[in-house]
């Protein structure tokens, strides 16, 4: 059986070819089921985000590849989805991705803050974050990050409740 990082490496190159981009896969058991949950999203997402029929394009593009690779022994429903307009951002590649959207960053340890606003940058060498605030850019350091998710405001101007 594969790692959850195979089964990546797998589908990935399949997902570039369909114009989108992995977000994450996750394989756990729901109930007796066993589920492989593969996120993806529009490669471009100035285009707006992934339809339903291109998830249903890709599922059933990705489910050919898995069922000749056979990557997991046990039987499995797979299920392709988009990631929403508001998302967690769990690991680096979220926070690649998220480059341009607005987003709320709490961070941990003695000077913990929040910091809502506009990600600039994610630094692949110092592994800073760049988020223009209100009050100006402020760098995080991603490894004090405690919690990060992107901010829909809806055309009003108001932002979700949480």
């Known amino acids: 059986m594969l790692s959850i990082e195979g089964i990546e490496r797998l589908v990935e190159p399949l997902l570039t070819q369909l ?32 339809t ?12 050919a590849l898995l069922d000749l690779e056979n990557p997991i022994e046990d039987r499995y429903r797979l299920t392709l989805e988009s990631p929403g307009v508001e998302r967690e951002l769990l690991s680096w590649r979220h926070f690649r991705f998220a480059i341009g959207e607005r987003v709320r960053v709490t961070t941990r340890g ?47 101007g108001e932002k979700r409740k949480f």
Do not use: N
């Open 52 to 63: 339903v029929d291109e998830l249903a394009h890709a599922s059933d593009e990705v489910g």
């Open 19 to 50: 114009g989108l981009v992995l977000y994450t896969v996750e394989l756990k058991r729901e109930g007796r089921e066993l589920v492989l949950r593969i996120v993806t999203d529009r490669k471009d997402k100035h285009e707006g985000g992934v």
């Open 110 to 156: 003695e000077d913990a803050s929040v910091y809502e606003g506009m990600l600039e940058s994610a630094d692949d060498e110092t592994r800073m974050l760049g988020i223009r605030t209100a009050e100006g850019l402020v760098d995080v350091d991603s490894t004090k990050v405690k919690s990060a998710r992107t901010v829909f405001v809806w055309e009003t």
